[in-house]
């Protein structure tokens, strides 16, 4: 049996030497699922009979497969708030239950053209509202290091099912940390890149100014590799950035020699975990000894961030989630006596609580006598904030920070207290707002769970930010750890 967390080139060079074919895999991935998933409950639903169909009466069952791309015959899993047609899609909310989408998301189709292989539908906080995967209709996910933590969130399920070695990868959606601070928590790479830089076609809404979809993987590269697989413009997405899309992998070369890294003081607050702290300075001195020069910048506004994304994504929440009224598709109540009735029954019963709690204050953001107060005060310091980057970046290449203030919390732990848990994303919220780019890599552990290395870049320099990631990874080799973890978990 081939082992995912060996990366997406290993597989690819065994598929093309015969010494596996994708329906191996495919089954792999199947057992793998069947093992684990029972308690860490990664997957909402698992597609295997969709999955074998796309194989069936092809060259790729069989020893004769010839891959023509570095994912063809790969299994990936793809969260629950992207569409693909004929796959039920519930964003693991009661209101969308058996709604099946007529189409395919941009970022699915292009991994089926790459002959990428859909294997199932990973778990959620509902709509993508949350930090912990503890919102879901559904189940709470666990974190494979630890089964009595969470696995961060909101793409929860989608890092699980990588953390636990039952995909090779996944796509996850980051609005304010969805990617990166699960990523963290389980020990894995997670990639949110430059907003417009991947189409949003077929990602259910919540935040549109701030949702990107990204790669989760094992390593560096790999979410390279998946990057360039989904990245570029889309008719279907007015909000794509018509840019070129760069060789993601051209940089991977480990020398980070002369690069400027910027080290910001605002991103260690007083309360961060101290093992944390310690991590992130030894991945700074790291990159020091990779040759980098580290400088001291400032980043002033970002402790406003948390305020005003709590403003700015609830806004457009409320507005995004008006057309789940219970008329054209998913939950309708059955306990209305009028049309009005229906509507209000509809929303009362399929939200979940974390999502009518943002809707509320989203709604409330934007009503007359309150816009100017809350939203249009928001907006003006997300400019602001924004600024702070440009400036920054006008001395560095790249800026670094921890991923999450702490490491994986225990579930249950922050389920009463909101204001608590929406601090976990304090060092990935900017970031969103921004619009920037922005990686967590594994940099050790604190307290026994993983603690993430977070870097930004420049908009539309991913490449910058996946070269620094890589020299890191290559020279701590975190993946011994994370083998060593399984061997004791065994």
Not at 129 to 152: A, C, I, L, R
Not at 249 to 260: E, F
Not at 278 to 303: D, F, N, T, Y
Not at 451 to 471: C, H, P, R
């Amino acid at each position: 049996m081939l082992d995912f967390s060996q990366g997406i080139r290993k597989l690819h060079e065994a598929l093309r030497s015969g010494t596996t074919t994708p329906e191996e895999l495919l089954n792999q991935s199947i057992e793998q699922i069947e093992q684990k998933d029972g308690e860490i409950k990664a997957f909402l639903r698992v597609n295997d009979v969709t999955a074998r169909d796309r194989l069936k009466g092809n060259a790729a069952a069989s020893n004769s497969f010839s891959p023509k791309h570095l994912l063809d015959g790969i299994p990936y899993a793809l969260k629950d708030n992207m569409c693909y047609e004929g796959i039920e899609t519930t964003c693991a909310s009661k209101i969308l239950e058996g709604y099946i989408p007529p189409y395919t998301a941009t970022v699915a189709q292009k991994l089926d053209d790459a002959g990428a292989i859909l294997i199932g539908k990973a778990n959620m906080d509902e709509f993508a509202m949350g930090s912990s995967t503890e919102n879901s209709s559904y189940f709470p996910t666990k974190n494979p290091w630890q089964q009595d933590h969470v696995p961060g969130g909101s793409s929860g399920g989608s890092v699980a099912a990588v953390a636990a070695g039952m995909v090779p990868f996944a796509l996850g959606s980051d609005t304010g940390g969805s990617i990166r601070q699960p990523a963290a928590f389980c020990g894995v790479v997670g990639l949110k890149p430059t907003y417009g830089r991947v189409s949003r076609y077929g990602l259910v809404a919540f935040a549109s100014s701030l949702d990107q979809i990204g790669p989760i993987t094992n390593s560096v590269e790999d979410a390279a590799i998946v990057l360039q697989a989904i990245a570029g413009a889309d008719v279907h997405d007015a909000t794509s950035a018509h840019v070129e899309v760069p060789d993601f992998t051209a940089k991977l070369t480990g020398d980070i020699r002369g690069l400027q890294v910027g080290v910001a003081p605002e991103f260690f607050a007083d309360a961060m975990d101290e093992g944390v702290r310690q991590r992130v300075q030894e991945a700074v001195q790291v990159l020091k000894e990779l040759g980098a020069e580290i400088k001291p910048i400032s980043l002033p506004h970002i402790s406003y961030a948390i305020a005003a994304y709590y403003l700015l994504a609830p806004a457009e929440a409320s507005s995004n989630l008006a057309r789940f009224d219970g008329v054209r598709y998913g939950y309708r109540s059955q306990n209305a006596q009028n049309l009005l009735a229906m509507y209000s029954k509809t929303r009362s019963e399929g939200f979940g609580k974390e999502v009518k709690r943002r809707i509320l204050i989203g709604t409330y953001a934007l009503s007359s006598g309150y816009y100017d107060a809350y939203y249009k005060r928001a907006q003006k310091m997300r400019t602001l904030i924004r600024q702070d980057f440009e400036q920054a970046f006008s001395q560095v290449d790249v800026i670094v920070s921890p991923t999450t203030p702490a490491p994986a919390f225990l579930l249950g732990e922050k389920t009463k207290d909101p204001v608590t848990m929406y601090m976990t994303d304090m060092c990935t919220i900017p970031i969103n707002l921004a619009g920037l780019p922005a990686i967590s890599v594994p940099c050790g552990l604190s307290q026994g769970m993983p603690v993430g290395l977070q870097i930004i870049g420049k908009m539309f320099d991913e490449q910058t930010i996946l070269q620094v990631a890589d020299a890191y990874e290559k020279t701590v080799d975190f993946a011994a750890v994370r083998t060593a973890h399984s061997k004791e978990a065994k």
